[in-house]
């Protein structure tokens, strides 16, 4: 009899009972995709050379923290961002869709000798503040996934280089 009472005990929902969970974006091996994205948040130093007018940035670009655009462009000319599918996708599987997530990144428009204007690659993509970058002038700003769809970047200021 004892030992019947002693297995009925040590059966493992007895032992221990798995709580309830509510699966979220990241809930499935979301430590393992924390870790896989740790090195997308390191700063990095990406150098472009610009061309024309036009230099269009991948997904990959924009998640760098400093972007370093140099010599090219023969006037005034748009930084095109791509789309913001392809930004989000490449902020990684971890991140909030929700308004809390965001990250820093800075262009600098080192010795171009033409100014440089930031510009949304779709309509889900929204630029606050001014976009456009003096010649030898760094620019910050601040990108916000402000929903599934959609960011917001700010413009948060300049500095001479």
């Given amino acids: 009899m004892m030992m019947r009472a002693l297995r009925r005990h040590l059966r493992l929902p007895i032992l221990w009972k798995a709580p309830g969970i509510i699966a979220d974006a990241s809930a499935e ?29 991948t997904a990959v670009q924009v998640r760098r923290a400093i972007l370093r655009l140099t010599s090219g462009a023969s006037g005034g000319y748009t930084i095109t961002l791509p789309s913001t599918k392809a930004i989000i996708a490449e902020l990684g599987p971890t991140i909030e869709l929700n308004n809390t997530y965001g990250q820093w990144f800075s262009i600098l428009n080192d010795g171009v000798g033409q100014t440089g204007t930031l510009t949304a690659g779709d309509a889900s993509t929204t630029i606050t503040g001014t976009a456009t970058i003096l010649t030898n002038t760094r620019r910050d700003f601040f990108i916000m996934v402000t929903a599934p769809t959609t960011i917001t970047i700010f413009n948060c200021g300049s500095a001479a280089i």
């Fill in 29 to 57: 091996n979301g430590l393992f995709m924390l870790a896989n994205n740790a090195n997308k948040y390191c700063g990095h130093l990406e150098n472009i050379t610009t061309a024309g007018t036009d230099t269009t940035l």
